[in-house]
């Protein structure tokens, strides 16, 4: 597609539910990024995907995160037993490896509150 | 490990004014930098990156940062700031990621810009 494109936008779960969230990236952009977002804060890294491998899992907070690209394109992102403190807006960004396009583009993100 | 300050939370400029928002990073190889702007309930977009030569580098919607080495800084400034430019702006720098010629960013806490007509 044009852009990179997450859903759902908005979620709202209560504590200790499961759930996943979307990223399609733009077609053939090989490298895919999670960042998280928490309210005032900037972006912080959760992980990085080249194609389907997922190369730097620094980021995740817990064992509760897990992030998955299976077939190089699309990822998701699931947080289990979510927490009030998983609240926060989670950005996926993607990124060409052709020459002069080293910049990632940044999806609108999923907007995640937990009660 | 890299980091990025932005010292200031909040601006608030009048239309017209001139703008400068400051950025410092703490890196330890010569840094990828970025300035990317976030509008209410939107993902952030791109307004320049410095990769390397001119420390001087121009963006979209008027706006330029420079690259200055010795004091580890990469400000970001306008002439003439619009109402439209309202929004949150934040500095991030590019650290090698894991896997060959990939970074990945780290961003500061943001600057949030307020414009007075």
């Known amino acids: 597609g044009a852009g990179v494109s997450q859903s759902p936008r908005y979620k709202v779960a209560k504590r200790g539910q499961d759930v996943a969230l979307r990223c399609d990236p733009i077609?053939?952009?090989?490298?895919l990024f999670w960042y998280q977002q928490a309210l005032g804060q900037g972006p912080e890294f959760l992980t990085y995907?080249?194609?389907?491998?997922?190369?730097?899992k620094s980021g995740l907070p817990s064992d509760r995160f897990f992030a998955e690209r299976p077939e190089g394109s699309v990822s998701t992102l699931k947080i289990q037993r979510t927490q009030q403190e998983d609240s926060a807006v989670y950005l996926c960004?993607?990124?060409?490896?052709?020459?002069?396009?080293?910049?990632?583009?940044f999806g609108a993100g999923s907007r995640l509150t937990v009660l | 490990a890299q980091s990025v300050t932005q010292p200031d939370i909040h601006i608030t400029v009048s239309e017209g004014a001139s703008l400068e928002l400051r950025c410092n990073y703490s890196?330890?190889?010569?840094?990828?930098l970025f300035w990317y702007v976030q509008s209410p309930g939107q993902g952030l977009q791109l307004l320049l990156k410095?990769?390397?030569?001119?420390?001087l580098v121009q963006g979209i919607k008027g706006f330029e940062a420079e690259f200055k080495r010795s004091q580890s800084s990469f400000n970001l400034r306008k002439p003439s700031v619009h109402w439209s430019d309202a929004a949150e702006y934040f500095c991030?720098?590019?650290?090698?990621?894991?896997?060959?010629?990939?970074?990945?960013?780290?961003f500061g806490k943001g600057t949030l810009l307020t414009v007075n007509p």
């Open positions: 960004a993607s990124r060409s490896t052709a020459a002069g396009a080293n910049v990632l583009t």
């Open positions: 077609s053939g952009h090989v490298s």
């Open positions: 995907f080249q194609n389907e491998a997922q190369l730097d």
């Open positions: 890196y330890g190889a010569t840094p990828y």
């Open positions: 410095y990769f390397s030569g001119d420390t």
């Open positions: 991030a720098v590019g650290a090698q990621a894991s896997g060959g010629s990939n970074y990945k960013l780290t």
